[in-house]
């Protein structure tokens, strides 16, 4: 027997759940029309803003448990939208060349990382990305070295996408 109680709580999950696909990637916001305070009030307070091109600024929100979109929304310097673009694509990614992209570079790019971390042998730092293209999900590596320039970029399939192997495979 559901209660009165039960019943509101239940309508209250649906409510936020479809509130939040609206807010997930901002498409109800209008270029040229919405407000930072609107674009804050759909989207939230954004992880990280940087400085953009002519006054604008870039505000990052990375979306997912782990990250696997990361909007970046343009302000102009009037404080109205410029656009919104998710940036954890692999045509960006392709955009990072080891021995001359900066860390400024790619954090513009791709926005925040989920995780930082250090080489325990190298002194290098490291930053980790997923993202999806179409149906597969992706880990990205970034290094770079003490300097701020990157080093290395690894891509990997994410384990979800390999089925388990069988350990009879191996005999």
Same mark, same amino acid.
């Given at each position: ?5 039960? $019943? ?12 939040? $696909? &609206? ?9 040229? &029309? ?14 990280? @803003?940087?400085?953009?091109? &002519? ?47 900066? &860390?400024?570079?790619? @954090? ?13 042998? @190298? ?49």
């Amino acid at each position: 027997m559901i209660t009165r109680a039960g $019943c509101w709580l239940t309508a209250a999950a649906v409510a936020a759940l479809g509130a939040g $696909c &609206a807010w997930y990637d901002g498409r109800n916001l209008r270029p040229g &029309a919405s407000s930072a305070a609107e674009i804050e009030s759909t989207m939230g307070k954004p992880a990280e @803003k940087l400085p953009g091109p &002519a006054g604008e600024s870039v505000w990052y929100y990375p979306r997912g448990p782990l990250g696997w979109h990361t909007y970046a929304v343009r302000v102009g310097p009037d404080g109205v939208l410029r656009g919104i673009e998710q940036r954890l694509t692999v045509e960006n990614v392709k955009l990072i060349q080891p021995d001359k992209t900066t &860390a400024r570079e790619v @954090k513009e790019l791709l926005g925040p990382p989920i995780s930082v971390s250090r080489l325990p042998l @190298k002194p290098r730092e490291v930053w980790e990305y997923q993202f999806l293209e179409v149906e597969f999900k992706w880990n990205l590596w970034v290094q770079f070295s003490q300097d701020g320039v990157v080093r290395e970029v690894l891509q990997m399939r994410h384990p979800e996408m390999d089925p388990p192997s069988d350990s009879s495979d191996f005999s």
